[in-house]
């Protein structure tokens, strides 16, 4: 199967580090021209010089923004107003006892975690049904199907974004735009000593580079007849036949 996304523009929010530089890094190596995104200049320029190293022939371009307020998402729109791959890779979390967690902090994880999405969404997909051609996916968590107790906020919200997504592809319906999730499991990145990988059944941390194949193959025409869905990367962890 030959993945050629050579001539489309390609947009990863939160991706100077980590699942979001991986994810951009793999569009760019399938030919996309790649927006990469962080809320600083520096960072932001930083990952896109990084996706270059990787990919020396790669179209890449910096866009800063924090992505959780109207006034970051408006300034990327401003600068990219089209894409024909939209990824929200935008996401945090961190253990919290659920008892602990205010009003404020749950207003953050939603701003964060479901809204950024709803706003990029509701810019992009648009365009993409005019154009009868576009790609959006969400990455979601195995914590959207198990509440994980000492990520109550986490777990809401990635929920949340499931079903946000699958609104938006019902919205897409008989367009040729497919919208989807993508469950990650616990992935290699700084923090993953703390993460749980020998319940999966993989047995090990996920790559973040085959987080970044799997939308890699959903961005590609081949994958025209997956839409509406929550597709698992999470090395068998969720234990469950269905998402
Ligand atoms: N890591 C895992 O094991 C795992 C498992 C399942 C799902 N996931 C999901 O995968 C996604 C990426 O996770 P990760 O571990 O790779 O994340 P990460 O290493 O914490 O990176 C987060 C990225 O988001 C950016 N960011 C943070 N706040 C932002 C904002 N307001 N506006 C724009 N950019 C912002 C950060 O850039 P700056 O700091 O430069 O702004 C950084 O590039 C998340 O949605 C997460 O829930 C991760």
Do not use: C
Not at 54 to 61: F, G, L, N, Q, W
Not at 143 to 170: D, I
Not at 215 to 230: C, D, K, M, R
């Amino acid at each position: 199967m030959n993945l050629d996304l050579t001539g489309r523009r390609a947009l990863v929010s939160g991706s100077t580090q980590g699942i979001g530089l991986a994810i951009a890094t793999e569009l760019a190596r399938s030919g996309a021209a790649v927006v990469v995104n962080g809320r600083s200049e520096e960072r932001t320029e930083h990952a896109a010089e990084a996706v270059r190293r990787e990919v020396p022939d790669a179209e890449v371009t910096a866009v800063a923004g924090d992505l959780a307020s109207e006034g970051g998402a408006g300034e990327l729109f401003k600068a990219t107003p089209e894409v024909d791959i939209l990824v929200n890779n935008l996401g945090i979390y961190g253990a919290k006892p659920v008892f602990e967690i205010d009003d404020d902090e749950w207003r953050r994880y939603f701003e964060v975690n479901v809204l950024s999405a709803v706003r990029l969404i509701r810019h992009y997909l648009p365009g993409m049904m005019e154009r009868g051609f576009g790609r959006v996916m969400s990455i979601a968590s195995e914590a959207a199907v198990a509440t994980p107790l000492h990520m109550v906020h986490l777990g809401v919200t990635k929920t949340a974004l499931l079903a946000v997504t699958r609104g938006f592809a019902k919205a897409a319906a008989g367009t040729g735009v497919t919208v989807n999730s993508v469950l990650a499991g616990p992935t290699r990145g700084p923090a993953s000593e703390e993460l749980d990988d020998p319940k999966s059944l993989t047995q090990r941390l996920i790559e973040p580079a085959e987080i970044g194949q799997m939308i890699v193959y959903l961005s590609s025409t081949q994958a025209a007849a997956t839409t509406g869905g929550a597709i698992r990367v999470d090395g068998g962890y969720i234990d469950s036949i269905l998402p």
